[in-house]
């Protein structure tokens, strides 16, 4: 299986007045799995509906492996778009077996890859069922054994997660970090912060049609600066409101919730706290994704929309 880099750059989009996508660009490495995540309407979609050739941008580029995606290309591809393309009448089994055909499987390999992959993701007694009398959840199994069964190079998923019972929400991590580790850079979008931060190499995060940060949870809970609690019961309301590059975020009684700018000096910190009188209690804390995603969004504003 050939293993490239998905590449995304200066992608602008827009409809009518409405700037979707302004310069938006990261990169997804073989064997990386990507989350892509971004308030409603802030052009996730858009953007991956671009990789798939689906929308065309108005400017920028998207490249695998150095080339632009072609036709051919794109049948490597398994997609698992926002408005799930299912035919609800099809059954189960002969849906995949049609779509892996589609991509080029002959008709023994696409029964095969059906077979293995209806028996992974436990939807082997539904194989004669149509599509549409199976739940919102196991429908969305089938979708993405549609976006697995031709053995793709690439998986960009539209909110593989959302519907999914938390079993489910194993199992497709468990998929989506296997198929990474085949060597396949994996790119999804979702709204469950906690899991992207749980699952992901990198994360990129838009706002308002823009890339605001793009790296590694460490890379980007590092770049946000620390969150320090400090237990100080001597000190005077306020002892820590003039040091530099220090926020304070939260006082009650003995307590104090800092936030550190990038660099901020920490001992400085634990000093003027000592000054007061004793300390106990000083505990450095790394901010989650969600507090990080808050900040980083609400920053940026969302910025005009309109041309
Ligand atoms: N076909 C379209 N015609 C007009 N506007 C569109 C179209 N598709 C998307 N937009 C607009 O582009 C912006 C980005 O939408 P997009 O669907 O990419 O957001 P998203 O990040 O996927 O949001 P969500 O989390 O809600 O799925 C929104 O302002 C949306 O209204
Ligand atoms: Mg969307």
Redesign the pocket.
């Known amino acids: 299986m050939p293993e490239h880099t998905l590449a995304i750059s200066g992608l602008h989009k827009r409809?009518?007045q409405?700037v979707?996508l302004r310069d938006v660009g990261f990169t997804v490495r073989p064997g990386e799995l990507f989350g892509f995540v971004?308030?409603?309407?802030?052009?996730?979609?858009?953007?991956m509906r671009i990789v798939l050739g689906v929308l065309n941008p108005d400017a920028g580029e998207v490249t695998f492996g150095g080339a632009p995606i072609t036709r051919q290309v794109r049948t490597r591809i398994g997609y698992m778009p926002?408005e799930r393309g299912l035919y609800p009448k099809m059954k189960v089994a002969d849906h995949l077996v049609y779509l892996a055909e589609l991509h080029g499987l002959s008709s023994v390999d696409a029964r095969a890859a059906t077979q293995r992959w209806l028996g992974r993701l436990g939807l082997d007694h539904r194989r004669g069922d149509e599509v549409q009398k199976l739940s919102l959840g196991n429908q969305q199994r089938v979708q993405l054994a549609a976006a697995l069964v031709h053995e793709p190079d690439l998986l960009v998923l539209?909110?593989p997660f959302s519907g999914l019972d938390p079993v489910a929400v194993d199992v497709m991590s468990d998929v989506l970090r296997e198929e990474a580790a085949r060597g396949v850079p994996v790119v999804f979008?979702s709204?469950q912060l906690d899991l992207v931060e749980r699952l992901c190499d990198r994360i990129g995060i838009?706002a308002g049609?823009r890339m605001v940060a793009v790296g590694s949870v460490e890379e980007l809970t590092a770049s946000a600066g620390a969150e320090l609690e400090v237990v100080a019961p001597q000190a005077e309301p306020d002892w820590a409101a003039n040091l530099p590059g220090v926020t304070v975020v939260a006082e009650e009684g003995p307590r104090t919730v800092l936030r550190l700018a990038p660099g901020a000096d920490d001992q400085a910190v634990l000093h003027a706290a000592l000054a007061t009188g004793p300390v106990t209690g000083f505990t450095r804390h790394r901010p989650s994704l969600v507090e990080l995603f808050r900040a980083v969004v609400t920053e940026d504003g969302g910025g005009s929309?309109h041309a």
């Open positions: 409809f009518g409405v979707a971004g308030s409603n309407g802030a052009g996730k979609t858009t953007t926002e539209d909110e979008s709204h838009i049609g929309r």
